[in-house]
């Protein structure tokens, strides 16, 4: 499988990295492809300017113009302030929308995601991609509580106003699902967690829908940490319809700098979850996002901005920066100076995105979960689409 898809990659859709004296016109003429179709599908703003090392989708050299889309799941975050035109582009794409995100309170009762998620609902249904509600145990302070699911899982009144008004809810929005994200789960609750992911699924179950959850990234059962000790892989796996692998933020807000998702440690997550969870079950978490840090980087000090795909791209092109790719974490980075102050960034671009597909292939899992979908990157859902259409048509 590992073999067919880099044939299938290497034959339709060629990835290019930008060398010193490239443009779009000199590149396009030398592969024979469209300017207007390399600047579409790679989402150049005018006046075209392009980074050294920059990763470009090559259009294919010949195409009916009506490429098929959905060739493998594909999920996608989203809170209720997303942009219209950002939603409309890509909803076509997905499978599921992710509402992002219901909580509850100490009693059990549901808690709605401000502004209103109407429209988000009405335009997956348009584009026939399935809306999720997504629930978290997030506090006042957005943040996740651990002791709000150690109150509500341990009770069985409260588990059971919480399920009932789950399934209430998306009878009456007209969810098609929903997705359960807890995190930092004290070790004392894990099997109370599999119990009530269990409930809900069977209660969801019922009115014709299934049950996700999302699983913090562990490499083995053993695991320490707040994160991971509250987790069962095997029983989470057993409880819910599908399983979503949170394969990012090595790289993150207040760590130091390095890629989001390295493709080494993301294997390693991979691993470990086929040996607990059927395949087919489990679908790939992809970042959609990099961070940039001010250098240099202090322990509790330092604080990383996120940005967009695209914007890191032009952030490279404004300060005449050179993107390098590391071999290991297969991931794109670049140092720049500005204002006095020296930055590093880490973000994904078509080759890392294409190593995450790859790990998809080779062990047969589901597809792919984007956190988040706020901003719209159209080479990464080009190439998902050509990667598996193409992996369809080859394997044997």
Known sequence: MTKAFAFAVRIYMEIYVVKPGDSVDSIAQSYGV??????????????????????????????????????????????PYIQTDTLEETLPWLSGLYVFSYGFTMDGNLVAPYPDDAFMIRLAKENDARPILTLTPRDAENAFNNFL???????????????????????????????????????????????????????IHAIGYK?????????????????????????????????????????????????????????????????EIEPAKINLGIPNYGYDWTLPYVRGTSRATAISLQRAVETAIENDAVIQFDPVAMSPHFTYEKDGLTHEVWFEDVRSIREKFG???????????????????????????????????TAP
């Open 149 to 203: 699911i150690h109150e509500v899982l341990n009770s069985e009144t409260k588990v059971a106003t919480l399920v009932d008004q789950l399934v209430d809810t998306v009878l009456e929005k007209g969810f098609q699902g929903v997705d359960l994200d807890f995190e930092y789960i004290l070790p004392q609750d894990r099997q109370a967690y599999v119990d009530f992911v269990q409930k809900v699924r069977d209660a």
């Open 359 to 393: 790990l998809i292939t080779e062990y047969g899992l589901q597809g792919a979960i984007y956190w988040q979908i706020m901003q719209f990157f159209r080479p990464n859902w080009i190439l998902m689409d050509d990667t598996f259409r193409i992996l369809k048509e």
């Open 34 to 79: 469209l300017v207007d179709a390399l600047i579409y599908n790679n989402q150049l703003a005018y006046p075209y300017r392009l980074a050294i090392g920059q990763a470009l989708l090559l259009p294919p050299k010949i195409t009916d113009g009506n490429l098929p889309k959905r060739s493998a799941y594909a999920g996608g975050y989203a809170y």
């Open 211 to 275: 049950v996700s959850v999302a699983l913090a990234p562990k490499t083995s059962a053993e695991q320490k940490g707040t994160l991971y000790e509250g987790k069962d892989y095997p029983g989470l796996g057993m409880a819910a319809d599908s399983v979503l692998l949170m394969t990012y933020e090595w790289g993150y807000t207040y760590g130091p700098p390095m890629a989001v998702a390295p493709i080494h440690e993301v294997r390693r997550v991979v691993e470990y979850a086929v040996s």
